[in-house]
């Protein structure tokens, strides 16, 4: 059963992360402050802040993995690794650069042309651009390859038709990577093609969806004839799909995908007080046993991505793991303390609460609904 | 794993898997299961009980994450074996300074039993209980406290009040009065305070291994199994049961392997962290996932999966004796528990990634 094996990373991968860990909290300390609480940190990676994503770029802690000659610093993905999971501990600001530093720079740098690199992957670096993700659309969520965004070749490029739904911070993001249909409809997956979508391009409509507690965080993306030129095109025509299955691997496996309820914990631990009962003990206990294990899990895949293989298998199994212990979070946070959530207040336990609950049921749905997940996983055992 | 040992391992292991499962009483209350004939000497001749040793204490220099996977692969032919036991004795032998022994040997973290020095070494008097295959050892390691300091004691088997467990591997009392020679007690290593850890780390490999071939037997039921004029597997109902059983597989697997890098590191004091810490997580996650995982087989294999004669019940009964010796979930759920209070809420990401990340040779 090959996949399910996560083999730990190569030695030579490793440099010397405790340094570069107490680099990153060193830093991270005096950059958010004493004041930087709990309300803020609980927003985990929706916190957006593109000034705190510049002053990491000028830390030389976005696009690490890239080379040189694209702005990058050519570092390992496990030192990338551990800047990453020193954010989300800690709860900083990052979804400005959030999905461009994930997974648009590698997918440019495999996928795009030498122009595409030079023009975006410096400026990731920098963090001075921002991505968004296009692919869901109001009739094609799970269902990926049922998009039916058009592109029409056209003299000078391509004509875009179209609606892209769900997509987080379009709104303060420079461009879209858009799954488009270039082919016809019957070929579901040889039929699509990615584009690299400047949004400040005539004809595209970027409208606010509020998420459960209120928050803009998601958008509709509409393209109305949107015309873009053919090196707007990204990778092989027709080889949307695949690219697509590669961006989803950096998507699904990373410390993001188990610490979005960190917060939370951090909050409950503060509330028991260092001489937990039995019953405490016992929560907490589990709570930390798990998240060892998903993080050695994830570390992995980390590991696996950059030797060049495939751990689409592993980074789902991460994914939906991680997704059941987020949710958890907060039940075990209820049970344990009898505390009301309390929208609105700041800093306080029920606050973090009230958080964490209102953003728990994206936890099983962003990057892939559980269901679909499992589906992954069952093609993977031989199943489908 | 050095392949050519993991071959030789796997071909050992697959040659007793039927005759292991045949050794099952047909009752579960009945007695423990006697070991295959030929197993232990076949295990013997391999080597395999100085596996954790060095080669300056009489092993062959295999590292302590593959020597840990000959324990998962056991277990993963559902091979009833005291090998795990054997190893970690012998560990704790050397780490004494003592040479290994002979034959099979165990070790308890139970330390009821009471030395008193006596004319010619030692007396020995007592009760030791749950003792793994303590019918079979020819030698015992205990950690004993006595009047001169923490001892290490190797003692010969002692009377055998038989008992087993869930899976009819034995675990029994052992009643001893009797004198020990003055070289069976030792100065205890620091190892042999964590007696308990050390058999969570076995339950651990166990556990991965167990599940492992669990998650093979499931799905190749689910393939060919045909209701409703398909194979049950093609049922999305089916599948997505499937997908936990696999997703809690591989969780037990990495924690394993989180278990025994941590354990190799320690045994080469070129680490700071705190091994006990990933074996007690491990063991719970993988306890967790044995629970959990045993429930959705025996549910995707329904009724033939539930009878004596299907090879089932010989992984899910491992997997329910194993997640409850050495310390259940919720054993190591408050230690852990514990451990991460007393520093804080500052302290609990430190703590998390104490282990730093490094990479296998």
Redesign the interface.
Known sequence: MNMIAFPPVAAEAVTDPAALRAEVRAFLAAELGPDYGPTLRARSWSGHDPAFSRRLGQQGWLGMTLPRAYGGHERSALDRYVVVEELLAAGAPVAAHWIADRQSAPLILHNGTEAQRQLILPKIAAGECYFCIGMSEPDSGSDLAAARTRAERTESGFRINGTKLWTTYAHEAHYMILLARTGPAEDRHGGLSQFLIDLSTPGITISPILDIAGEHHMNEVSFRDVEVPADALLGQEGEGWKQVMGELAFERSGPDRFLSSFALINALIAQIGTQPDRLEAQVIGRIAAHLMVLRQMSISVAGMLARGENPAQQATIVKDLGALLEQEIPEIARALTDTAPRPGERDTFAAVLAQTILAAPSFSLRGGTRQILRGIIARGLGLR | MDRMIADSAERLFSAYREQSFAALPAHAGADAAPLPSGLWAEIEEAGFPLALLSEDEGGFGLPVESALALVRMAAEHAVAAPLGETMIANLLLARAGLDPVEGIASFTADHALTLTPAASGWQATGRLHAVPYGRMAQTIVVRVETAEGVKMAALPSGTALPAHNLVAEPQDTLVYDLTLPADAVTDAPALCEEMLLLGALLRAQGMAGAL?AL??LT?DY??ERKQFGRPI??F?A???E???L??E???A???A??AA?AFADALAGDTEADWR??V???K??AG?AAGKSAAIAHQVIAAIGFSHEYPLHALTRRLWAWRDECGS??H???????????????G??P???Q???????
């Open positions: 492992s998650l093979g799905v689910a393939n597997g093609k999305q089916i599948q997505q499937l997908a936990v696999a997703g597989t591989a969780a697997g990495a924690a392997e989180m890098r810490l990933a007690a997580a491990a719970l996650r967790e979930e919720a190591w759920a408050r230690w852990i528990g514990e451990t991460s209070c007393a520093r804080g809420a500052e609990f990401w703590l998390l990634t282990p730093e990340i490094r990479g296998a040779a």
